[in-house]
């Protein structure tokens, strides 16, 4: 039954996020009290993501790096200088929605892209190193990417942010890393396959109650919160379709391809949610909340493309076969 509902929740994810923006809008007054809630409920999220996880992983990440290096060069350089550039661009006298457009750059991978690069039959090995990396990472990587895009324009505590994330995320991951490896791997089968519904049921919870703590400035739609919302869009677009270049241009195959593409173009954005919500001003989580409506709708876009894409490819090169012999 689990397994079901595990399989009905991966097909409804592109639908998740945007429904839960909107119950979280809709009802803010009854889940805005909850706030308190979402660093446990997103700690879980981690831990049942991290229970696929294990060090043996990241051998062949390590020894191979080019993959691994190019998706940490995509995430927290061109990315966040893209998103700088674009916010600096459009909203020059407002530091707190440019804050919120960097934010939702300098966040680690998104867990949900292992789901995509699954469906998509990536590199998960690749996928998962990313991930894990990334993650680890993101305690140190978040502040100073912070302080160096924002630091004067938004006043933010590094310690509490940096503390934040290692409990919510890097604490959680290594947790579920080491329930895999103690266990040769028969964690994810037993555990892993109870808790991923509600680890997807979770992520609507999170969803919800960071969207309701900043209810206030997403139903007044006005021309400025309409503009923040094309501005997500076209930066969120345009990470996916530079990690698809760029992973094409380095004449990857198809599996690694794929995992470049989710790992790249996705973002922890329930996590950058309630970084924005828990440490920054309201206004600063407006950017961050709204790419949760394009996120799993992207995914689904680009994978979509990226299938078509590469049977064309298949096809092409087999009637070139063909032809030749």
């Avoid at 805005?32 to 990241?58: E, H, K, R």
């Avoid at 698809?244 to 790992?263: D, I, M």
């Avoid at 790249?264 to 001003?281: D, E, H, L």
């Amino acid at each position: 039954m689990l397994q079901s509902l595990n399989s009905i929740l991966e097909k409804l994810m592109p639908f998740i996020t945007p429904s839960a923006v909107l119950i979280g809008v809709l009802f803010s007054g009854h889940l805005s009290p909850f706030t308190f809630l979402v660093p446990w409920v997103f700690a879980f999220m981690t831990f049942s993501g991290s229970l696929s996880s294990n060090f043996q992983s990241l051998q062949k990440a390590f020894k191979y790096p080019l993959p691994l290096l190019m998706a940490l060069f995509t995430l927290h350089l061109i990315m966040p200088l893209w998103a700088f550039g674009v916010g600096h661009l459009i909203f020059p006298d407002d530091g707190l929605t440019m804050t919120g457009l960097i934010l939702s750059m300098v966040i680690p991978t998104g867990i949900t892209s292992f789901v995509w690069v699954s469906i998509y039959k990536g590199n998960i090995g690749l996928a998962l190193s990313i991930i894990l990396i990334d993650t680890i990472l993101s305690p140190f990587i978040v502040p100073a990417s912070l302080s160096l895009f924002v630091s004067q324009k938004v006043e933010m505590n590094i310690g509490d942010i940096m503390s934040g994330l290692f409990l919510m995320v890097v604490i959680p991951s290594l947790i579920g890393m080491l329930c895999n490896q103690i266990t040769c791997g028969r964690v994810k089968d037993t555990l892993g396959v109870q808790l991923a519904p509600f680890s997807k049921i979770a992520i609507g919870v999170v969803v919800a109650i960071n969207s309701s703590a900043v209810a206030p400035y997403l139903k007044n739609i006005d021309s400025k919160l309409l503009l923040i919302a094309c501005a997500v869009l076209f930066i969120a677009l345009s990470g996916f379709a530079l990690s698809w270049l760029l992973s094409s241009l380095l004449k990857q195959g198809r599996e690694t391809k794929a995992s470049l593409l989710f790992t790249g173009g996705m973002r922890n954005i329930s996590a950058g949610a309630v970084i924005a919500v828990q440490y920054f001003p309201a206004p600063v989580a407006v950017p961050v909340v709204i790419g949760m409506l394009f996120q799993q709708v992207l995914a689904s876009l680009f994978g979509f493309l990226f299938h078509k894409r590469e049977m064309r490819a298949n096809r092409i090169i087999k009637e070139a076969e063909t032809t030749v012999f």
